[in-house]
């Protein structure tokens, strides 16, 4: 059985475009309470979608969705859980769909098959999975393919930036929303889910003292300093400080390598004098890795580290010397 006023609402903002619930319940004079049980199931349904967070929001009728050639159902329950766990996808307007509901409207965007796409997409995984061991990456290889000379003991990614066709990471894709965004919700969010993993990795190389790369770009909420307080890890920090120059020059924006290294060598300053025996040192994302690597040679030509120097990124690229100009 049709629900008219539901029928009506939804024509309603068909025709306006974008209302508000202020507009709705005037409009049809009914109360809020009475609205809002018509709008919650709208939502439900996916006949219309919520815009912007209160007090400013917005109501507008839901794209159809295309039919897909391909059912879910076809799936094997493996397949299924390996996408309900990996895949995000954050839309144009600003939404995050997540898992199998994600990656059908990833398919339906790009016009591609559902089934043969997810086949492919699982086996772009194991390719990139392949290079995990207890669910850390390990990027020494890379570091030194990279650097004619490396200081780091070890260095380690949590996830890659981005997979070949298709794009940023789950990860990825939570890190670069989180910084851009300054996304309080988002970045804790973020912190929690990658906290077990670096307590486990403490653990393994008993470390004993930490070390954050601090940010260069000035930012209202800055993503190292929150992960840093919400990791809230018991160690000694070691003191690392961005050295303020006359025009500040993020390594995302330098292309060539020796000027990477050139701009973690001259604005990154160990500011420490205590000896440590195993020290970590955590960045946000690696692109060639130069500023964790100098970080690593400058605590070292101080003598400051008895035991090894473990490099952590929550991102990494996966060849060589990759940019990531995003985060």
């Known amino acids: ?50 815009i912007g967070k209160p007090p400013k929001v917005f109501y507008s009728v ?64 194991n390719k990139y999975n392949a290079f995990k061991k207890d669910g850390l990456i390990d990027g020494m ?27 940023k990471t789950k990860l990825g894709q939570s890190l670069l929303y989180a910084k851009q965004s300054q996304n309080r919700i988002l970045i804790k969010e973020l912190i929690l889910g990658i906290k077990p993993k670096i307590e486990r990795l403490i653990k393994k190389y008993r470390i004993d003292s930490v070390g954050f790369i601090p940010p260069t770009v000035k930012r209202e909420i800055q993503f190292m300093r929150e992960l840093e307080k919400k990791l809230d890890l018991d160690l000694k920090k070691i003191s690392l400080i961005k050295a303020k120059t006359e025009i500040s020059v993020p390594q995302k924006t330098l292309n060539r390598l020796a000027d990477r290294m050139e701009n973690a060598q001259k604005t990154i300053i160990v500011d420490e004098n205590k000896m440590s025996k195993n020290i970590l040192l955590i960045d946000d994302a690696v692109g060639s890795g130069a500023t964790l690597n100098e970080t690593a040679g400058q605590i070292k030509s101080k003598g400051l580290c008895k035991g090894k120097i473990i490099g952590l990124a929550i991102t990494g690229s996966f060849k060589g010397f990759d940019i990531i100009s995003e985060v």
């Open 1 to 50: 059985m049709r629900n008219e006023t539901s029928d009506k609402i939804i024509e309603y903002i068909r025709v306006k475009g974008q209302t508000t619930a202020k507009d709705l319940a005037d409009h049809f004079d009914i109360s809020r309470q009475g609205l809002f049980k018509h709008l919650t199931k709208l939502l439900k349904n996916e006949k219309i979608c919520k």
């Open 141 to 167: 290889l890379k570091m030194q393919s990279t650097f004619k000379e490396v200081h780091l003991d070890e260095i380690f990614y949590l996830e890659f930036y981005s997979i070949e066709r298709f794009g």
């Open 62 to 125: 839901a794209e159809q969705k295309k039919q897909n050639t391909n059912k879910v159902e076809e799936l094997d329950k493996i397949s299924k859980k390996n996408i309900e766990e990996n895949f995000t996808i954050i839309t144009p307007s600003g939404g995050r769909k997540n898992g199998i509901d994600g990656f059908t409207f990833w398919c339906q965007k790009t016009n591609q098959p559902f089934k043969k796409t997810a086949k492919e997409y699982l086996d772009s995984c």
